[in-house]
């Protein structure tokens, strides 16, 4: 568990302002811990993404933030404020639900124009800022449809539009892009990264896609079980996954599960120099860092095995092979576009790429 | 698919039905309001005089007027019952919503002439009301109003039709969306703002739907007037009722029926239009 120390940005670059704080919040419907424990900051600006399989409890940890949950246990802060307390209505915080949520009754300008009118803004500052936001997502000449009208992308820009018009010092993601087809989801995904850099706008975003939020973090949180797993940058949590369950869950990797023994790991077939103390051992070894040998002999600190070839799926940008290296033991390995390949080869990788996790 | 066969044979039960129950009967009535008694007997005398009595004789006029008023409250005091209890139950009767929607159907299953007769004992000179107001010393003698009037027979009409109020509101709040409720509030809205704004605007319909069944089935009843409504409180169902029977004027109760036929069509006509109007499906 390393969220602690993933916690701390990076040191090099000036500690941005922390705009929200969750300390030890944890949330029980009945006799279920839906969260346990949960302490996380949100830097100023920060796109944040809550990520883990359905049942984790990051919906609720964003239900909490936007004050439909109460907390069972501990506080969230924003900006120095006790939020947690705060009803939903008083919180500066604005939320994107996962089905749009859009008022069916009202039109798209009367939708976008709800949270300024309730709070008494007057006309014509209500008809500029209104404006204004539908022109950021592109919307300006479906100001007078109502909703239903509307494709699940145009229901997506409208609500993103209904909650920033509002100047949120944090905006809440419920999964927004998951209702729409691959497609529109990575052209919506690119906007909503764009839009985020443009205005400044802190993002708590909700998904269950690891792609997505790879591509869409500043830093993740992946939650398991009700608990934070790891928080830390996509490149961070890619290269250094603390824990077994984190390196499986964000992208591919193979899980070797063997043993160090005087300076050398050895996991069935495959062995290579691992530093540490002797005992049982899991590593992570990513499929991209895994080579075809070719004759080349392997410089110190690679380890080399041979494997027989047993499927390959080739997805244009590269091809994936899985290999038997013997008693059944499968490896996934990544290489690039190469061709047809059958029988035994050498495979060689860096030492250096076995990542120890812990369990 | 189904041979021409199969779809006449089961078409024709409910066609003979609606022909034999319906249309049948309905035209009969139209006939009969275009008749004439003479002597004692009906004449198939094709005139208007029926219609032109019933607007020129201020008595059943009277009734008439009186009866929309009484509709008109029974709906008022069914709508300002009902929606309020239809709104506990959907947005924060939690747990106990079960127990408590189970408690407003009861009655439903009580008889119509029970509930009636309750009303009697309740509301009477030697009633249970009038007994408890005496016994506090707020009156010395029965108050007479309570029983035989307008006000007892919108209260037991009130009584009866408030469920069915209550049942198309309830359908309607169930149906809105909580995320549509958590939206606004998340923008800013605080319950009052949020009912204003979201909930009532969406329940149309189905209060629409409630207070039509309630003016609806007030109009034509007659039940309650006999039992509790006495002679002030008499209404234009009653009238018919002995047109048809002791007072022997066919055509002038059908005349009769026939315009309250044409105010429920038409009642129906527009708060269809209007509900559809208001809902977004």
Redesign the interface.
């Known amino acids: 568990m390393s969220s602690v120390a993933a916690n701390s940005l990076d040191p090099a670059s000036a500690a941005p302002a922390i705009l929200l704080e969750v300390r030890g919040v944890a949330k029980r419907f009945g006799s279920r811990d839906v969260l346990r424990n949960i302490s996380l900051n949100i830097a100023q600006g920060e796109f944040l993404t809550l990520l883990g399989e359905s049942g984790s409890g990051k919906t609720t940890l964003l239900r909490l933030v936007?004050?439909?949950e109460e907390p069972t246990a501990g506080e969230i802060w924003m900006s120095g404020e006790r939020l947690d307390t705060l009803?939903?209505?008083?919180r500066r915080?604005?939320?994107v639900?996962?089905?749009y949520?859009?008022?069916?009754?009202l039109s798209v300008r009367e939708n976008v124009a709800?949270?300024l009118r309730?709070?008494k803004t007057s006309a014509m500052e209500i008809g500029d800022r209104v404006d204004e936001a539908l022109r950021m997502v592109k919307m300006q000449e479906f100001a007078a449809s109502?909703p239903?009208k509307l494709s699940g992308g145009q229901q997506q820009r409208i609500a993103l539009a209904?909650?920033l018009v509002?100047l949120p010092l944090l905006l809440l993601l419920d999964e927004p892009l998951s209702a729409l087809d691959a497609n529109l989801r990575k052209q919506m995904q690119s906007e909503l990264k764009a839009l985020q850099r443009e205005i400044g706008i802190t993002f708590l975003f909700v998904t269950h896609d690891q792609e997505e939020a790879m591509a869409l973090s500043d830093r993740i949180a992946l939650l398991r079980d009700g608990a934070l797993e790891q928080v830390a940058s996509p490149r961070e949590i890619y290269a250094h996954p603390a824990t077994a369950y984190t390196a499986q869950f964000i992208g591919q990797t193979n899980l070797l599960r063997g043993e160090i023994l005087d300076g050398v790991a050895r996991c069935g077939a495959l062995e290579w120099p691992a530093g540490g103390p002797s005992g049982a051992a899991i590593f992570s070894l990513r499929p991209e860092a895994i080579r075809l040998a070719g004759d080349v002999v392997a410089p110190p600190g690679t380890a080399r095995f041979r494997a027989a070839l047993q499927q390959q799926f080739f997805s244009g940008a590269n091809e994936l092979l899985e290999v038997n290296c013997g008693l059944g033991q499968l490896v996934r390995v990544r290489i690039s576009p190469h061709g047809p390949l059958s029988g035994e080869h050498d495979f060689v990788f860096s030492a250096a790429d076995a990542i120890r996790v812990q369990e | 698919m189904y041979s021409r066969g199969y779809k006449t044979l089961v078409s024709l039960p409910p066609l003979l039905w609606v022909g034999l129950f319906l249309l049948l009967p309905y035209a009969l009535m139209l006939a009969h309001s275009f008749w004439a008694v003479r002597e004692g007997i009906l004449v198939q005398q094709w005139n208007l005089d029926n219609y032109a009595g019933l607007f020129s004789k201020p008595v059943y006029l009277g009734v008439l007027l009186r009866t929309m008023r009484i509709a008109a409250s029974v709906t008022l005091c069914s709508l300002l019952l009902g929606y309020p209890l239809a709104y506990y139950l959907s947005f924060h009767a939690g747990a106990r919503k079960e127990l408590l929607y189970q408690l407003v159907i009861v009655p439903l299953w009580v008889s119509y002439l029970v509930r009636g007769y309750a009303w009697k004992t309740i509301l009477g000179s030697e009633g249970v009301l009038n007994g408890f107001l005496q016994y506090l010393h707020l009156t010395h003698e029965p108050v007479a109003f309570l029983l035989y009037s307008p006000f007892a027979v919108v209260l037991m009409l009130t009584h009866i039709y408030t469920p069915f109020v209550f049942l198309p509101i309830y359908a309607a709040l169930e149906h809105i969306?909580r995320?549509?409720v958590?939206?606004?509030?998340?923008?800013?809205?605080?319950s009052a703002?949020t009912f204003l704004?979201?909930i009532l605007?969406?329940s149309i319909p189905g209060l629409l739907a409630g207070a039509t069944f309630a003016f609806v089935l007030s109009l034509g009843d007659f039940l309650a007037p006999l039992l509790v409504g006495g002679a002030s409180g008499t209404m234009i169902a009653n009238i018919v009722e002995s047109l048809f029977g002791a007072a022997y004027d066919w055509p002038l109760g059908a005349a009769i029926s026939v315009c309250i036929l044409i105010i429920t069509i038409s009642l129906l006509f527009l708060s269809e239009r209007l509900e559809k109007r208001?809902s977004?499906?």
């Not at chain 1, 009803?87 to 008083?90: A, H, L, Q």
């Open positions: 936007a004050g439909f009803p939903p209505y008083k915080v604005n939320t639900f996962q089905h949520a859009l008022f069916p009754h709800y949270g309730v709070k109502r239903s209904r909650a509002n | 969306p995320p549509l958590e939206a606004s509030q998340d923008l800013g809205a605080g703002q704004r979201v605007p969406l208001w977004y499906k």
